[in-house]
T-cell receptor, first 115, second 112 residues
C-alpha cells in the first residue's frame, strides 16, 4: 500500500501560537487528501477534504480560518492550526486517495499538545 | 452521521477466528462496505471492502448478507497484533474519492 508520512509526529506548543502539520504521499499522486481529528477514546472526525490546487471543503463546525489547509501539490498537504488553544490538543491524521484506487491511505498521525 | 452500527467491544482468543458484525440496514444500492482498523495511536489501516459478493484477501474475509443489510468481517486466525478498533463504513462507489465517515467501531481484544 501507499506510504503516507506526517511531520511532526508529536508537537507541543504554547497557547496562542500556530502549528503546521505536513502530510506527504510518498508513493502516488494524491488527487484528494483528507484531514481528521481524533480526541482520546473517540472516533475519527473528518475536518476537511482538499483537492490539489483548489480550496478545501470543511465539515460543518470546523472553522476554516482556524484550521488552514493547503494542498499545493499532488504529494503534499499542510494543516496549520492557528492561535492554538488547549482544546485543540488532539491527534491529527491525514489520508490520501487518488482516482482509480479504492483504498484511502492514512498517515501515522500527529499528536498536538497545546499548553 | 455514521450509517453503521457495531458492538462496542469483543474478545477473541489468540489463534481463533474473530467474527466482527456490522449492521448497515439503510445501505443504498451503490454503496460499498469498507472495513478499516486502527491500532492504538496509529492511523487507520484498510482491510477489505465489498459490494454484495463475499470477499477475501490476505488479511480477512468479508461476508455480506444477501439483502446487504449486514456484514461480518472474519479474521481467520487472530493474533495479539490484531488487537485494534475495527470500523465498518459504507461509502458510494469503489474508485471514487468520497470521504469516509467513521462510526464508533468495535474494540477487539485478542488475548493469549
Amino acid at each position: 500500500g501507499a506510504v503516507v508520512s506526517q511531520h511532526p509526529s508529536r508537537v507541543i506548543c504554547k497557547s496562542g501560537t500556530s502549528v503546521k502539520i505536513e502530510c506527504r504521499s510518498l508513493d502516488f499522486q494524491a488527487t484528494t487528501m483528507f484531514w481528521y481529528r481524533q480526541f482520546p477514546k473517540q472516533s475519527l472526525m473528518l475536518m476537511a477534504t482538499s483537492n490539489e490546487g483548489s480550496k478545501a471543503t470543511y465539515e460543518q463546525g470546523v472553522e476554516k480560518d482556524k484550521f488552514l489547509i493547503n494542498h499545493a501539490s499532488l504529494t503534499l498537504s499542510t494543516l496549520t492550526v492557528t492561535s492554538a488553544h488547549p482544546e485543540d490538543s488532539s491527534f491529527y491524521i491525514c489520508s490520501v486517495q487518488t482516482s482509480g484506487r479504492y483504498e484511502q491511505y492514512f498517515g501515522p498521525g500527529t499528536r498536538l499538545t497545546v499548553t | 452521521d455514521a450509517k453503521t452500527t457495531q458492538p462496542p467491544s469483543m474478545d477473541c482468543a489468540e489463534g481463533r477466528a474473530a467474527n466482527l458484525p456490522c449492521n448497515h440496514s439503510t445501505i443504498s444500492g451503490n454503496e460499498y462496505v469498507y472495513w478499516y482498523r486502527q491500532i492504538h495511536s496509529q492511523g487507520p489501516q484498510y482491510i477489505i471492502h465489498g459490494l454484495k459478493n463475499n470477499e477475501t484477501n490476505e488479511m480477512a474475509s468479508l461476508i455480506i448478507t444477501e439483502d446487504r443489510k449486514s456484514s461480518t468481517l472474519i479474521l481467520p486466525h487472530a493474533t495479539l497484533r490484531d488487537t485494534a478498533v475495527y470500523y465498518c463504513i459504507v461509502r458510494p462507489g469503489s474508485y471514487n474519492t468520497d470521504k469516509l465517515i467513521f462510526g464508533t467501531g468495535t474494540r477487539l481484544q485478542v488475548f493469549p
